[in-house]
């Protein structure tokens, strides 16, 4: 089923794993990257929020914002030895926000007291989307710096997967919108129109808050350009042909429906969507056995009290395989050229190097 997902991601430079919350997006992110680096790429994984034992079989205990090589002794016990490397982060919001703020600010001054601000210190952790920015920012300095065969990017665990792909021109809009251009420039009407409002607000917030959030907004117009500008060439970054997304979906129906709207929306944005993988689904039992028929078979084996419970969960699993095939059967009925990926559901959750490296064979064949 698989041989052909290697090629969906041949000759990308980077691979964006997008969909609904919880499917496996950080999961099929970090076996993605294994998989490129088992085959002799250089990659770096930027993962976002993983679960604490991934990211200690990863060796990211602790944050460094930066990608660190996971040792390719700690593969040793996996049987996969690494052609190629990895390398592995988690994303750090507030770091990421901070390093954009020193490398944008026009001098150290703006850039020190901007770090220092109330309203930016909440703003830069707090707001939705500041994940999705950070990942967009730390994407642009991977690649741009060059040191990498291949980015992966884990997406942030947003209720909808296209605010992902938004979250550009959102700060865009707002950076460029009325309102911010309104409390940075009032003029005449505006001006005094202004003054009122910002007299209720004293009274409302407080007038040291006020102070913040004025302060705020004229130091961060010392950044507008530098932010649209990145902004901007976020946007190209993701359009490029050597850019591909892999759309991760779970087999329950609302991820599925998110899935199809997500790979429309990509598709419709002009970006390209290279993979579809159907994350933890169960296998439909080709011999299609009723209930009694399997009681029937195990008995002799494990007599009939615990056949008869084993062959109601059989059941019971092949009611929810059948379930997932059908809602799969519609995916593929509403993206013809979607060719899913099909992953099991393991047993336990992925969460070390060896489960990783039996889901990259599964998924590279
Ligand atoms: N094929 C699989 N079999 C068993 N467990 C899996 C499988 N894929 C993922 N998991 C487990 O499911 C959980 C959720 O996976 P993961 O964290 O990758 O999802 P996510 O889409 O990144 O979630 P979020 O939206 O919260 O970021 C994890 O505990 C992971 O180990
Ligand atoms: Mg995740």
């Known amino acids: 089923m698989s041989d052909h997902f290697s090629s969906r991601l041949a000759g990308l430079r980077v691979v964006i794993c997008a969909g609904s919350g919880g499917v496996g997006k950080t999961t099929v992110a970090a076996t993605i990257a294994l998989g490129l680096?088992?085959?002799?790429?250089?990659?770096?994984?930027?993962?976002?929020?993983?679960?604490?034992r991934l990211a200690e079989a990863l060796g990211l205990a602790e944050l460094g914002n930066r990608p660190q090589q996971v040792a390719p002794e700690r593969f040793a016990e996996t049987g996969l030895s690494l052609e190629g490397e990895l390398w592995a982060m988690m994303l750090d919001v507030k770091r990421t926000f901070d390093e954009l703020v020193e490398l944008l600010a026009p001098d150290a001054s703006t850039a020190g007291q901007l770090l220092g601000n109330r309203v930016y210190r909440q703003l830069s952790s707090a707001v939705a989307g500041s994940q999705e920015y950070t990942a967009m920012a730390k994407l642009f300095e991977l690649d741009h710096e060059a040191s990498y065969d291949v980015i992966v990017l884990d997406t942030p665990p947003s209720r909808s997967a296209v605010d992902f792909l938004t979250a550009p021109q959102r700060l865009d809009a707002f950076l460029g919108g009325r309102a911010l251009r309104l409390f940075l420039r009032p003029s005449g009407a505006v001006f005094r129109m202004a003054g009122l409002v910002l007299g209720a607000l004293k009274r409302i917030?407080?007038?040291?808050?006020?102070?913040?959030?004025?302060?705020?907004?004229?130091?961060?117009?010392?950044?507008l350009d530098g932010l649209r500008e990145r902004a901007g060439d976020v946007h190209g970054l993701l359009r490029r042909p050597t850019t591909g997304f892999v759309v991760v979906t779970s087999p329950s129906e609302?991820?599925?429906e998110e899935a199809a709207y997500l790979s429309a929306q990509l598709d419709q944005m002009g970006l390209h969507?290279?993979?579809?993988?159907?994350?933890?689904?169960?296998?439909?039992?080709p011999a299609g056995l009723d209930a009694g028929a399997v009681a029937e078979r195990l008995e002799p084996a494990l007599g009939a009290t615990l056949a008869r419970?084993?062959?109601?969960?059989?059941?019971?699993?092949?009611?929810?395989?059948?379930?997932e095939a059908n809602a799969v059967g519609r995916l593929m009925a509403s993206i013809p050229d979607a060719k899913p990926v099909l992953l099991l559901d393991r047993s336990a959750d992925v969460h070390d190097l060896t489960a990783l490296a039996a889901l990259y064979s599964e998924l590279f064949g």
Request: aromatic residues 4%.
């Open 254 to 256: 609302l991820p599925i």
């Open 273 to 285: 969507r290279r993979a579809l993988v159907v994350n933890r689904i169960h296998p439909v039992d």
């Open 309 to 323: 419970r084993v062959a109601r969960g059989h059941a019971a699993l092949q009611v929810l395989a059948s379930r």
């Open 205 to 223: 917030i407080g007038a040291r808050m006020l102070d913040d959030l004025t302060s705020f907004f004229t130091l961060l117009s010392g950044l």
């Open 37 to 52: 680096a088992a085959r002799g790429q250089k990659v770096a994984v930027v993962t976002i929020d993983p679960a604490r």
